[in-house]
C-alpha cells in the first residue's frame, strides 16, 4: 500500500515537473534557434545577441504563466499533503 502510493506520488510529481517546466524550455528552444538561425545568415556573432532574446521571452512568458504554475504547484501539494494525512492515520 505504501509503496504504491510512493510511486504514485513520484509519478505525480514528474508529471507536474514536466508540467512547470515544459513551457518555457520550449520557448527558449525555440527563441535560440531563431536567434541561431539569424546569427548564422548575417555572420554576427554577438554572445548578447544570443541572450538578450531568451531573457525577455523568459521573463514574457512567466508573467503569462506564473499564476497557472503557482496554481499548480498549490494543487500538486495540497495533494500530496492531503495523501500523507491519509496515510499517517492522523486525526
Known sequence: MLEQATVMAMREAVW?????AGPP???VL???LVVSLIQALTQIQ???LAFLP???AM???LLFLGPHMSGL???WAATLFDQVV???GAP
Open 59 to 61: 521573463v514574457v512568458l
Open 16 to 20: 507536474v515537473a514536466l508540467q512547470l
Open 25 to 27: 524550455l520550449l520557448a
Open 54 to 56: 531568451k531573457l525577455a
Open 30 to 32: 525555440c527563441i535560440g
Open 86 to 88: 491519509a496515510l499517517g
Open 73 to 75: 504547484m498549490r494543487g
Open 46 to 48: 554577438e554572445p548578447t
